[in-house]
């Protein structure tokens, strides 16, 4: 099944991310590679900033400071020495699918598949701070990462903070594994931070510290970046949870499907906060009978997920009886009722689209 993908280049595999821009190097995922409930390491979108910087294991340290009682910082045999645990999320980036905003939003020009499902193994970072002891007074943890750039004509270093319950939550992880294996650089060896059920620039690549702080972080990349601003400028918010959404794998784009004969229709769906997936539903349109947009929507049939940050596996089983090309849509609900929209909200930054899926089939 994965051979259906064209190798991205030389010396590439099935599994390499497709290059959006080498520069520093932005890759999505392939289609296929999103088929399979958990992607490859190897096949899972990268979204850096800047150069991947030089971080070896052995003269890798993480140092704990700020407003705790003792400072200290931790190599990394003793992290993974320390009691550690799996957990199973979405891995997607605020812009993912920025190309479907009207008017177009800038930003690098992700598709759909700047999202994967990815296996994590790592260490609660509430231990660490269990050690060093909590300040009452601490509101944040800013959460380095070793690499850097250029920013608004200034060198900045990539940092983000999480507000104390949350980067104290058991689910929050300084993750050192991902997919069964050490992390890759690319993906932000040795050490990178996991928040499960947020959108992935929360999640630090190439962690070297951790600050407990009293007054809310203003970095750059807290906000400037990654802030939802609508079409006068004004600020409505920081990027934060994961918004409700879903993904088509079958049929591929483009395929020829035959009409009178059934075909399965399947897919992802998730939301955000370790909110669950409770709907989704299927419509196919076909391009000579638009109808209206809210008739012929069908449920589709759930999985139940293995955990509360994995993707739901949906499927629904169709049979198209008119030839001709079809838009199949999938439309995701969640546990509290969020649905996702016709349309991707619109924002000037193009983040958090997360109109309905789409795929475009040709039935002979
Ligand atoms: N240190 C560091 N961490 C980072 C980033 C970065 O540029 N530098 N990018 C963030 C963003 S925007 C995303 S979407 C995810 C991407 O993680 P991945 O490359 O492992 O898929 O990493 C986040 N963590
Ligand atoms: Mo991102």
Redesign the pocket.
């Known amino acids: 099944m994965y051979l259906s993908v064209p190798p991205p280049g030389p010396g590439a595999t099935a599994w390499s991310p497709e290059t959006v821009t080498s520069d ?1 190097y ?1 890759a999505q995922t392939p289609a296929a590679a999103l088929v399979p409930r958990l992607t490859p390491a190897d096949a ?7 150069d991947v ?1 030089d971080l070896p294991a052995d003269r890798w340290r993480l140092r704990i400071d700020g407003a705790v009682g003792t400072p200290y910082s931790i190599g990394y045999d003793e992290l993974t020495a320390l009691p550690h645990r799996e957990v199973d999320v979405v ?6 699918g920025r190309t479907r905003m009207t008017p177009p939003a800038p930003g690098l020009a992700w598709g759909e598949r ?1 999202v ?1 499902c ?1 296996r994590f193994e790592g260490v609660p970072f509430q231990s660490l701070v269990e050690r060093a002891g909590l300040d009452p007074t601490t509101v944040e943890f800013v959460f ?4 850097s750039g250029m920013v608004h004509g200034r060198r900045t270093t ?3 903070s999480l507000p104390r319950t949350l980067a104290l939550h058991p689910d929050t992880l300084l993750a050192t594994r ?1 997919d069964g294996a050490p992390l890759t650089p ?3 060896a040795p050490v ?2 996991v928040v499960p059920g947020r ?9 070297t510290g951790a600050r407990a702080v009293t007054e809310p972080f203003e970095g750059v ?1 807290q906000t400037e970046e ?1 802030m939802y601003v609508d079409s006068d400028g004004r600020t409505e918010g920081p990027v934060g949870e994961l918004l409700v959404k879903s993904l088509i794998t079958a049929p591929e784009p483009d395929e020829d499907l035959r009409r009178g004969q059934e075909t399965e229709v399947r897919g992802h769906a998730w939301s955000g906060g370790g909110v669950a997936v409770r709907r989704v539903e299927v419509r196919a349109v076909h391009e000579d009978e638009p109808g209206e947009p809210e008739t012929g929507w069908q449920d589709a049939e759930l999985d139940r997920p293995s955990g509360p940050y994995v993707w739901t596996d949906w499927s629904f089983r169709w049979t198209p009886r008119t030839p001709g090309r079809y838009r199949i849509l999938a439309r995701a609900t969640d546990a509290e009722g969020a649905v996702q929209p016709t349309r991707a909200p619109w924002n000037a930054r193009g983040y958090g689209c997360n109109a309905v899926a789409v795929a475009d089939v040709v039935v002979v």
């Open positions: 520093p932005n899972l979108f990268v979204r850096s900033h800047f910087p891995m997607e980036c605020a812009g993912n700047a994967g990815a380095t990462g070793a690499d990539f940092a983000r991902l690319a993906h932000g990178r931070l959108f992935a620039v929360a999640d630090v690549k190439w962690l990349f990654y």
